[in-house]
């Protein structure tokens, strides 16, 4: 027999807690059920015993990957669509689920939803797994009664999110590792290269080179007060990241990733994809517009596009179209605007962002594939002025050194 910790609510409506003796968790619910309690909470006492800050510590970095997610969705998504009670699909997930967050956030979907709290609403408890996206499809299901319909709908969107990101992250890898590369060989070279060298200069009264004495200088500064230099940068990264915690820090950021060059078309039309594929799919489970653009600024993943949109429904609340404010909005191309207002009239909106996503699918392809094959030539150079200024620091005051030695013989 264990301990078990409940809260529950009683007959008359009131929070009652106290500990019951059962051989399993199902046995307590089943215990305080027959004294007429619903259970709220319930918490293994025995087996938590020196250990619950640690297992909830342990819970906080567990992190639920995109393929966990998923694959539970799919889950719930068939469970439901066979007919199995919500109670049933719940309890089976938590003792399916192999990722102990996902597995404890079931347990916790089962004591609310037997308080009498909808599913919706549970999983918003939890904002770090379920987006507001995920958690407004599962709302509209309840709503419309289509569920399991709903979910096969949102569980494209994951899909299709998670392949997009997965391929922009590949092509940006390569380069990140090449541009990491570069800066081990820099400080290598600074640290350890130059200032052998250094020694030889030093002894010789020669006026060094403008490579040869920035070398020499970032040699001293790496190597002489590396502890200022080390404060320097903590401080700028951590100012870095506060800035970027806050709403004006994350719009400008966001906003200059826009603007690289290669790059910031790429995650444009990325933003795009999304964007249609969203909006198609609200509008097929039947979200209003209104709502629809809520959910969307909430969850495009972009700061500088997400204040475009609240600009836009600000135009909706005022009895006005889609299209018309998309055309006062940044960042939403003439073939996007023109396809929504077409959808507008002929009342198959849907049918039509469904045609966009699919084209900016396309366009994130080959913008992939572009800026892969431009990254190649753009490293090479890169590489190829580094290893060029290096040498002419290195070897420039050498050529003097034997032009000098030349004339005194």
Known sequence: MSSYRYEAVNEGGKTVSGLIE???????????????????????????????????????????????????????????????????????????????????ISRQIGLDIRSGTTLSRSLRRHPDVFSSLYCSMVQAGESSGALPQILQRLIYIITHEYQVRTEVRSVLLYPLIVLVSL???????????????????????????????????????FNEKWPILFLVLAALALAVFFALRTAAGRYWWDRLKLRIPLVGPLLLKSALSRFASIFSILQASGVGILDALKILSGTIGNAAISRELEGVQVHLEQGHGVARPLMAAQYFTPMLINMVAVGEEAGNLDEMLREVSLHYDSEVEYATRRLTTAMGPVLIVAMAVLVGFFALAVY??????????????
């Open 183 to 221: 800066i081990a060989a820099f400080v290598g070279l600074i640290t350890f290269v130059v200032p052998q060298f250094a020694k030889v200069y030093a002894k010789v009264k020669v006026q060094l080179p403008f490579p040869t004495r920035v070398c020499l200088f970032l040699s001293k500064l």
């Open 396 to 409: 420039m005051p050498m050529w003097d050194l034997a032009k000098l030695a030349t004339r005194t013989q």
């Open 22 to 104: 059962a051989e399993s968790s199902d046995h307590a619910n089943e215990l305080l059920g027959a004294r007429g309690l619903i259970p709220i909470s319930l918490r293994d006492e025995t087996s938590a015993v020196g250990h619950p800050r640690w297992e909830a510590l342990a819970l906080l970095f567990n992190v639920v990957h995109p393929e966990e997610l998923i694959l539970y969705t799919k889950q719930l998504a068939t469970m439901l669509k066979a007919g199995i009670p919500i109670l049933r699909v719940v309890d089976i997930l938590e003792n399916q689920s192999e990722n102990p967050r996902l597995k404890s």
